[in-house]
């Protein structure tokens, strides 16, 4: 098997994207969109799934909220031994974007492979077999804190594409209605950031607030960003023959 040309090393941040195969979404339902919080929460840890959760996963029996990532069956969760700190992240239907930070060595690539139980949820609930995953994962080194900034953005303002498609080329119409649906938008931690508590104990959020000047500063940059695109789609496209 061909080596990756990126090591993950220790301390660093990287942006990670996990994609479907052509053609599928990795979430179709609520319920969906849901356990993948959940297995992003239970598999960032260095000791195996507790065995009741391993159960309830072969069982398909876990009716996971936001309650049930620091509870289980009403009882409190043993302190997990992260992998990685998830700075943020975001779903989308067919791929999933994550800003990690590596603690453990290999613990990237560890949390990955753990993910793949969420394959197996999937196959058995959609009566399918074969891959789910196209290839490896995406993987890329952020080496400053001005390309932070910009992938904060770039992750958080995906989800503008559900109501805007091909947005990032062709601009956007109404940037109040794109800001209104990435503020309420449930499977990203561009909420959290914003204080209105979506999946809080999933992510780390001191150090990104810091870097980006806190809530104010987030809002700036998602903002302005959108404000932009809406100058752009003011513009005609012309055609040249």
């Not at 909420?191 to 990104?208: A, Q, V």
Request: include cysteine; charge should be positive; hydrophobic fraction near 40%.
């Amino acid at each position: 098997m061909a080596q990756r040309k990126i090591q993950f090393v220790n301390g660093e941040i990287y942006h990670i994207v996990i994609k479907a195969i052509e053609g599928f979404n990795l979430f179709r339902n609520k319920k969906d969109y849901l356990r993948m919080v959940h297995d992003l929460f239970e598999f960032n840890d260095i000791n195996p799934a507790p065995s009741r959760f391993r159960v309830a996963c072969q069982r398909n029996k876990i009716n996971v909220t936001r309650k049930v990532l620091v509870t289980f069956n009403g009882k409190t969760r043993r302190k997990r031994k992260l992998l990685v700190k998830i700075l943020a992240f975001c779903l989308m239907p067919n791929h999933v974007h994550l800003l990690v930070r590596q603690l453990k060595g290999e613990g990237i690539s560890k949390l990955m492979r753990k993910l793949g139980g969420y394959a197996l949820y999937y196959n058995k609930k959609y009566e399918r077999k074969g891959h789910l995953f196209q290839g490896k994962f995406q993987a890329i080194l952020i080496k400053n804190n001005e390309q932070l900034k910009s992938v904060f953005v770039y992750i958080h303002t995906n989800p503008v594409a559900i109501i805007y498609s091909n947005w990032k080329e062709r601009g956007i119409k109404n940037a109040k209605r794109a800001i209104n649906h990435l503020e309420n938008y449930r499977w990203s931690s561009y909420s959290d950031y914003l204080g209105k508590k979506g999946f809080p104990s999933l992510t780390n959020r001191e150090f990104l607030l810091k870097v980006m000047g806190g809530k104010r500063g987030c809002v700036n940059f998602v903002n302005g960003w959108l404000k932009f695109k809406q100058k752009l789609s003011d513009f005609d496209y012309i055609s040249i023959e």
